[in-house]
């Protein structure tokens, strides 16, 4: 049975609907009252997948128009998907101390390793698709996973959890308490804040072919304007100059063009401006929940006289620890600062100085603005995703 026919059939069994499979590659289907009116069908249909069809079939492929009528039945399921991982016979890591070791940089604290021990977590991988629209269009699909136990950040675990998905079916995948013991699971707003300023960086950097290219094209039209702009004014002002010893109208009447041509600039200037304005839609298009048995590492952040408790997860997937996030960006970075304030692990970008006073601020305890001068961080301001 072919794929898409595979799915069909599920689809049209969950709405209450009788199917029979019949030869070549079809199926009779037997609808109920609601199907008919959505689908505008009969009480009994016939439908084809293959190239050759049964009789008095309806062809359904991925082109078909039909087939846009499902899309009716889905609506918004399928877009959160829960799956349990027990992972049998693991060797977990003998040396977890030496693991932290070349994950945990910090340039301005330190850290205790306390304790390892099994454990279950839930990792959320999202996959997120981008529209960016500026003088040209691109359009973009990439994921995210994340340790909902520690905002950690959990790349590296999307390759074998895409193999698992691909060979085990959602429905051969039961409900397991340990789900429970993983703890409770993220509420969407909870996702969306911890996305929202990771969501900027992440889709800068995937679009940094893009916008390099936009920006040599935008420096090269404002190039060409200046260029001929300024020829106008330099013949504009030469005309001024011959024509000082005439009569007052023929002075303002240069002055006038001067202006002229100076407003002209000026317009042409927000022009390119709004034609080469980047416009990114981002579009949520499934979301992938999975508990699995991870071993963690309790850790003790301390600074100065303050301390605070952490753990990392080694995950049996992709046999790695996961990558120390920011807690203002959510990006990863080799080495991290840690406040003063609430002890927040930070990426050098986001505990750097405030170019209005010059005074280093956490960017995680103060997102906005600077606490002392009150200066906006546009870095950050308006990161809220679409």
């Known amino acids: 049975m072919s794929e898409i026919r595979n799915l069909i059939s599920r689809l049209l069994v969950s709405e209450g609907a009788l199917i029979e499979p019949i030869d070549p590659d079809g199926l009779e289907v037997l609808t109920t009252p609601s199907l008919q009116e959505m689908l505008e069908v009969d009480e009994f249909i016939r439908l084809g997948f293959g190239a050759e069809l049964p009789k008095d079939a309806i062809r359904v492929s991925l082109e078909s128009e039909w087939l846009d009528k499902l899309g009716l039945l889905v609506k918004n399921r399928g877009h959160v998907l829960n799956v349990v991982l027990d992972e049998k016979n693991t060797r977990w890591p003998s040396s977890p101390d030496r693991l932290v070791d070349r994950k945990m940089v910090l340039e301005n604290a330190t850290y205790r390793f306390i304790d390892a021990g099994e454990a279950r977590t839930h990792y959320l991988l999202l996959v997120f698709h981008a529209t960016a629209i500026s003088d040209e269009k691109r359009e ?7 340790n909902e136990s520690n ?20 429905e051969e995948t039961l409900p397991s308490s340990a789900a429970e013991e993983a ?3 993220w509420s969407a707003s909870q996702a969306r804040e911890c996305c929202s300023h990771l969501l900027r960086a992440r889709i800068r ?3 940094a072919p893009f916008l390099t290219g936009m920006e040599r094209r935008m420096s090269r039209d404002l190039e ?7 020829d106008l004014r330099n013949e504009a002002a030469l005309q001024w100059e011959k024509k000082k010893e005439k009569d007052a109208a023929s002075l303002k009447c240069e002055k006038m063009r001067i202006e002229a041509i100076e407003q002209e600039y000026r317009a042409k200037i927000e022009d390119l401006k709004r034609r080469y304005a980047m416009r990114v839609d981002v579009r949520l298009i499934q ?14 952040i301390l600074r100065r006289k303050g301390h605070r408790a952490f753990h990392l997860d080694w995950n049996p997937l992709s046999k790695q620890l996961d990558d120390l996030p920011c807690e203002s960006c ?19 970008v986001c505990m750097t100085v405030c170019p209005g006073c010059q005074k280093t ?3 995680a305890c103060h997102r906005q603005k600077c606490p002392k001068c009150g200066r906006k961080d546009v870095r950050l301001a308006g990161s809220e995703p679409g």
Do not use: N, W
Request: proline share 8%.
């Open 183 to 185: 703890g409770t699971p």
């Open 151 to 170: 905002s950690a950040y959990a790349d590296h675990l999307i390759p074998g959890l895409f193999d698992y998905l691909q060979q085990t079916r959602p």
């Open 140 to 146: 973009d699909m990439f994921s995210v996973c994340l």
């Open 287 to 300: 979301a992938v929940r999975v508990t699995l048995p991870v071993y963690r590492l309790q850790l003790r």
């Open 330 to 348: 959510g990006m990863p970075a080799k080495t991290h600062y840690v406040c003063d304030e609430r002890l927040h692990l930070l990426c050098p």
């Open 224 to 230: 060409r304007l200046l260029s001929y702009h300024t």
């Open 361 to 363: 601020y956490c960017r």
């Open 205 to 207: 950097g995937r679009l």
